[in-house]
């Protein structure tokens, strides 16, 4: 298995999660955003949408979008488990984990600060504001679903560690990397630091990846 | 089985399609995002993120996010499947999904088109480019995919209709909607064509629901 991906990515970020928990430990290959080295010949070719993260799993072509390759990493080593087993709670696990991956990261990437930035014009204070509201959104979908919802257990769905808990990790991550107090977030805030004590979450963190500053 | 949606919102045409193609009629609720419906009590309680679509099934709690109803819809009526039984093909065919799903639709929806007006104060010129940029990358990705990939068939996976396909048809439908010619990208263009001389994907259409108008 090979995994390009970078430290600073926060879709990488919930790949390395759950090949953690899996127990797996494919080859890391390092495609540094800050260089646009997404951009470049040798990473076009394994995904020309030149987005991470993606994998390389045996003969196959590339597998990419972390959703699609978190789903992939529990069909084909199921145990432990990142979806419930029952269809509701399946549902619940993966839309939180969309609130997140789908709702509020796609409009924070790089391509779309670049976009604000280069395009629009937009001065550091606007797009401050922008990471900001965004982050904030998802984060006040995911306290009102998570603090109100009898599902919620020790984890985002029930006891057990799913792809939510996964995705609400990275995001409270990139709160943390853009400066947003998570203090209006109780719930989403205990579950992150439960997570964060076990050791899959926590050796994936991005400032303990190769490459990486102490702080952001 | 009570379905919230509204007829010119792209995720609720995705479940709508899934719907039809499971032959399943629940009871239509109609939000009019356009007079904001959405922001009132009544659809709040049903999804605390104002976002559709919801279902309710039965007497558990609201289902949300598109592509966990559709999963969802997939895993209660197995019948026609949705998802390819084969590993890798259900990757590509989410990832390919969420090509749409995640990396492109969310940029364009009406509250970020809100927020580039009132907020960032953009100019119609300025916003319509937005929303042509970001419908261009995903469909200059999907087709980059759809091209050159040997498991396209005469579906985006395979020769089975997909929850890619269905993401696909409702990509090209924005881009209508939005008047960005889809000359270029040929292989999504046959795709959705094909989509749309089924019956489940053409009674879906957005224009074919009460309420909508004649053309946009």
């Known amino acids: 298995m090979q995994f390009y991906s970078f430290w600073r990515s926060l879709a990488s970020f919930r790949v390395r999660i759950a090949l ?34 993606a994998l390389l799993d045996g003969d196959g072509p590339p597998l990419f979008q972390s959703l ?9 080593h199921p145990q432990p488990r990142l979806l419930p ?5 399946r549902t619940r696990a993966r839309a939180l984990a969309l609130i997140v991956a789908a709702d ?13 930035e280069h395009e629009l014009k937009l001065d550091e204070a606007q797009r401050t504001r922008w990471i900001h509201h965004w982050l904030g ?7 009102a679903n998570l603090s109100t919802s009898s599902d919620t257990g020790r984890y985002a769905q029930g006891d057990a560690i799913t792809i939510a808990d996964i995705c609400i990790v990275s995001h409270a991550t990139g709160a943390n990397f853009f400066k ?25 963190h991005p400032l303990k990846q190769p490459g990486a500053p102490q702080s952001v």
Chains 1, 2 share one sequence.
Do not use: W
């Open 180 to 204: 947003l107090d998570l203090a209006p977030y109780p719930t989403v805030r205990r579950i992150v630091e439960t997570c964060m004590q076990n050791d899959a979450f926590a050796r994936a």
């Open 85 to 89: 087993a029952e269809p509701r709670a």
């Open 104 to 116: 509020a990261h796609p409009l924070i990437v790089p391509r779309v600060r670049d976009y604000l």
């Open 137 to 143: 959104e998802a984060l006040n979908a995911l306290e």
């Open 20 to 53: 953690n928990l899996k127990g797996l430990s494919p080859d890391v290959i390092d495609v540094n955003l800050m260089q646009g080295q997404q951009r470049e010949e040798a990473f076009r070719k394994v995904n020309p949408q030149m987005l991470l993260p």
């Open 68 to 76: 699609a390759i978190i789903e992939y990493l529990d069909e084909t």
